[in-house]
Nanobody
């Protein structure tokens, strides 16, 4: 079972950028598709972005398309989410997760503990 730890959250003004990182333990991380999800106060957890095991295919929620970029480095067992042009509605706890089913964008494995992202207007 892969273990995941997020970092890089914080407070940023609208229009700013943040880069989230996800460090994975376990030799099988490079075999899995992984993803980023978020949960805002009072709302359900939602899909943000996903990436195939090789990094060759990426997927985004419509709300972040063109602003966020997901990437991974299998040699370092890490993944990242570059977030640009942040909006107050991006405020949420962000989670990385793996494995993720790319057919359903549902997590079929582990979650990280989450990192808070707050975007001020």
């Amino acid at each position: 079972q892969v273990q995941l730890v997020e970092s890089g959250g914080g407070l940023v003004q609208a229009g700013g950028s943040l880069r989230l990182s996800c460090a994975a333990s376990g030799r099988t991380f490079s075999s899995y598709a992984m993803g980023w999800f978020r949960q805002a106060p009072g709302k359900e957890r939602e899909f943000v972005a996903a990436i195939s095991w090789s990094g060759g295919n990426t997927y985004y929620a419509d709300s972040v398309k063109g602003r966020f970029t997901i990437s991974r480095d299998n040699a370092k067992n890490t993944a990242s989410l570059q977030m640009n042009s942040l909006k107050p509605e991006d405020t949420a706890v962000y989670y990385c997760a793996a494995p993720v089913s790319l057919a359903t964008m549902r997590v079929v494995g582990s979650w990280g503990q989450g990192t808070q992202v707050t975007v001020s207007s």
